[in-house]
């Protein structure tokens, strides 16, 4: 297998999206070893400032690369979020009181893509139990700003080009609202959609596995390949786009800067040949907040019990807070919000009015300063309640300098048709910047 092919000027194997790479290696122009070693290249002039990593092994990505049997996702290369389990690398949770462990098996998410043919580089940094207290982990853009969390290195390890797709998880806000602030693009599918066993769970109902990608496109492709759904990567969304403008009720809390991205994507979309419809926020959608509340509050200290019960002195007085504040949820809440997301989709259905898909905002505006906290899942907090397939994609950047994303959202399990309005989107955000 030849470990040349053709790149544009000045670019190499790091530069190519995923797609590109996986067509490359099949073809037997690109071998994965050549692509690994040219992403080794990044994260070591990168990683030093950036700090996504917990674990990296140049060793062992070599033997792994070298090995690569081909598939959908030939010498793709990967990051893996430290609260997915791995058995050839240390899975520590994000916590010093599992730091080390190593779990007997891989998640099966990473032995798909494995058998896929995708080479992992490495663990990326998560907060602890991917909740609220920060790792090392620094904006690539600034490494004095948070790279949000809990997805942390994840995003950060994309958005450095160190890795072309990364796993993220989501129970509140932890892959859409880091993606936001690292300038890159954050998936989370419908809920179910990419099996999440081997991931440390903290809310069974509202825990999502997701990607982080360069585009939307590289996103529709990887989760195409993992969920064994090829109609994932073949939508099209065309002129005829219909998207709701929806501001939320907590739209005090938007920042300047994720309020003009939300008016630069408007006039792209429209621009584009799409129509923007701004949609009348119900006052019902506040409820959503208490609903989210008492999910978590009641699924997460329970799921946590043992860390609680047994390893209370070796967790961060931030996790501990954190828990207690969720505690505080009753049964009695827990029972009767589940009641009322029994009619999701019927709910969601409302709140999208004959759009095609809503455009929210992604975070509150750009990764604030400082690295002792992640930012706010104020505006990510419902979508996952609601289980809706939900993209952060770049729109441009705020007025510090940093990126700045927009929420796609879709209707439950039409992540093809919201993929596919995400890329158009995506489309007419450069078209509007070139």
């Not at 065309?238 to 809390?253: C, D, I, K, M, Y």
């Not at 899942?377 to 990126?403: D, E, I, Q, R």
């Amino acid at each position: 297998m030849s470990n040349t092919a053709s790149f544009s000027e000045g670019a190499g194997p790091a530069d190519l999206s995923a797609r590109e790479t996986a067509a490359l290696v099949a073809a037997g122009t690109l071998s994965a070893e050549a692509v690994s070693a040219a992403f080794m290249e990044r994260i070591a002039l990168r990683e030093p400032d950036v700090q996504a990593f917990a674990h990296f092994d140049r060793d062992r990505v070599l033997a792994e690369a070298r090995t690569n049997r081909g598939g959908e996702l030939a010498g793709v290369t990967f990051g893996v979020k430290d609260v997915i389990d791995t058995a050839d690398m240390p899975t520590g949770y994000g916590s010093a009181a599992y730091e080390g462990s190593r779990p007997p098996w891989d998640a099966p998410i990473v032995a798909l893509t494995r058998r896929f043919g995708g080479v992992v580089m490495g663990k990326t940094v998560s907060t602890e139990f991917a909740m609220s207290s920060p790792g090392k982990t620094r904006n690539p853009h600034n490494p004095a700003h948070t790279p949000g969390g809990s997805s942390s290195g994840s995003c950060a390890a994309v958005a450095a080009g160190m890795v072309q797709v990364a796993f993220g998880t989501q129970t509140a806000g932890s892959i859409l609202r880091p993606a936001s602030y690292c300038g890159v693009v954050g998936y989370k599918p419908s809920f179910g959609t990419l099996n999440r066993a081997g991931m440390k769970p903290l809310s069974d109902s509202l825990d999502h596995l997701g990607l982080i990608t360069r585009d939307v496109r590289d996103a529709a492709f990887a989760v195409a390949a993992l969920a064994e759904k090829p109609a994932l990567a073949e939508g099209m969304a065309g002129p005829g786009l219909r998207v709701g403008l929806f501001r939320t009720s907590r739209w005090e809390q938007a920042e300047p800067a994720t309020r003009a991205a939300l008016v630069r994507t408007a006039a792209a979309i429209e621009a584009a040949g799409g129509t923007v419809r701004e949609l009348d926020v119900p006052e019902s959608f506040e409820s959503y907040f208490a609903l989210f509340d008492a999910v978590m509050g009641w699924e997460t200290p329970r799921t946590l019990a043992y860390e609680r019960d047994s390893l209370g002195a070796r967790l961060s007085p931030l996790t501990l807070g954190f828990i207690a504040t969720l505690a505080r949820a009753t049964r009695d809440d827990y029972d009767a919000a589940l009641a009322v997301l029994k009619h999701r989709e019927a709910r969601v259905e409302e709140l999208l009015e004959g759009c095609d898909v809503l455009i929210t905002p992604a975070a509150p505006g750009e990764a604030p300063a400082g690295l002792g906290a992640t930012g706010d899942p104020v505006f990510n907090k419902v979508w996952t309640l609601l289980h809706v397939p939900a993209l952060s994609v770049p729109a441009g950047l705020g007025p510090s300098g940093l990126p700045v994303g927009v929420q796609v959202v879709g209707r439950i399990g039409d992540d093809v048709g919201t993929l596919a309005a995400a890329a158009f989107i995506e489309d007419a955000l450069k078209a509007q910047a070139s």
